[in-house]
């Protein structure tokens, strides 16, 4: 078991326990924090598996507790589940002082992370992640968020958790897809800064994205060394953090070409895919090594994860373009990238004139 400090000027500090078995320690963790009572928020697919003993292990110290599932799936990230959660913190009589638990993957911690924003101006709250993306992304760092129809995560809050409790062994029972995608992000933090975390990613660390629970492991505590360190120097995204999109915008324009459909192309898939863009873009631009490129890429086929934009279907390159230039995190008129001088060194650079990048778009396959 490992703690991780995630510390900040602007926030409280939390840690970040990783760990096995941690499912059943977790209600000595909470109880402290919890003052008799919480409600658990999951999903209908996680709650039958993984409710059962986080609730029991509440008990064991004293602290009762209740779950409200939501359907599984992006589409609970909504205006509509988010009143209904509201309702049921309400009927529950949480009052400023509670704590609500969020057991579930990023979709669950962005809803009742926003959810416990809102509640009575704010309480705490707790993640407990149990997909790896979760465990390595989005439990961390305090972004929460719903969708609405003209985009995703357009509407939340920054409000970082009162402690993370992320349990190797939950992951035991997710899909492969979902594995591998959240494997996506794991490569993603040794390309940003960390080139000798890739290297193990690269050799025996690969283990980690076939379910291996000591490679996942060491894998998840990297990660959030990783994460934790750039949100506690930039919480809000004002700089640093803008790294962690690497691969994001190149991947958000393909999610967002392909409409999000869940079945179509995971999360990571297109990351996975953005990275080595990124990379190849890189290349293009004469910033980086053709070898780094051709590495990432070998890297990223062998965890099962695509390198190429024929992989995910056929694209307008202008269409790509226009997406990514209409990020919400683009500034007006250009696009920022994240990009490479090599693996483990990334930077923003800004494009006013996009040109370069429709070209490498239409090099890429793109119409
Ligand atoms: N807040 C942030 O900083 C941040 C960062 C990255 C992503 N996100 C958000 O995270 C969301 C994606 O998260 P996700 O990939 O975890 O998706 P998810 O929460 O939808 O989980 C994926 C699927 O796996 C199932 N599942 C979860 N844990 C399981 C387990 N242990 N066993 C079996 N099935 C399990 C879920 O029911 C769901 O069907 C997106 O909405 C994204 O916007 C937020
Ligand atoms: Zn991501």
Redesign the pocket.
């Known amino acids: 078991m490992t703690v991780v400090a995630v510390s900040g000027g602007s926030f409280a500090a939390y840690d970040v326990v990783v760990g096995r078995g941690l499912l059943a320690e977790a209600g000595a963790r909470i109880a402290p924090i919890a003052r008799g009572r919480t409600v658990i928020v999951s ?1 209908e ?2 709650a039958p ?2 409710g059962p003993a986080l609730q029991a292990s509440l008990a064991a110290a004293g602290v009762r507790s209740e779950i409200v599932a939501v359907p ?3 589409a609970s ?1 909504s205006f509509a589940e988010l009143e209904r959660l509201m309702d049921r913190l309400l009927a529950a009589g949480l009052d400023r002082k509670d704590v609500v638990v969020a057991l ?7 809803l009742a992370g926003l959810a416990a924003a809102l509640y009575m101006r704010g309480i705490d709250f707790v993640q407990v992640p ?2 790896l ?2 465990q390595v ?2 439990s961390v ?1 305090g ?3 719903i969708d609405t129809p003209r985009g ?2 357009l509407v939340g809050a920054f409000h970082q958790p009162r402690l993370v409790l992320a349990d190797i062994d ?2 035991a ?3 492969d897809v ?1 594995l591998r ?1 959240g494997w996506a992000e794991v490569l993603k933090h040794g390309l940003i800064c960390d080139a000798d975390f890739f290297d193990w990613l690269a050799g025996d660390g690969a283990a980690g994205a076939r379910g291996d629970p000591a490679a996942l492991e060491r894998a998840v505590i990297r990660s959030v060394e990783i994460k934790s360190a750039i949100v506690g120097e930039d919480e809000k995204e004002a700089g640093r953090r803008a790294l962690l999109n690497l691969g994001h915008t190149f991947g958000h324009a393909i999610e967002a070409e392909l409409g999000f459909e869940e079945a179509a192309l995971a ?1 990571g898939e297109a990351v996975a895919l953005g990275c080595c863009m990124a990379f190849r873009f890189s290349v293009a631009q004469g910033l980086c090594a053709a070898a780094d490129a051709e590495r990432v890429e070998a890297v990223i086929a062998a965890a099962g994860l695509p390198t190429r934009l024929a992989q995910a279907g056929q694209f307008s390159a202008e269409a790509l373009l226009a997406r990514m230039a209409g990020d919400k995190k683009a500034e007006a008129g250009g696009v920022t990238l994240i990009l490479a001088r090599r693996i483990g060194d990334a930077f923003g650079q800004r494009y006013d004139d996009t040109a370069p990048i429709l070209d490498f778009l239409k090099s890429e396959g793109a119409a």
């Open positions: 999903d697919t996680v598996l993984h599984a799936g992006e990230k579930g993957g990023g979709v669950v911690g962005d149990t997909t993306l979760a992304d989005s760092g972004k929460t968020a995703k995560n939950v992951l029972t997710l899909p979902q995608s999360h």
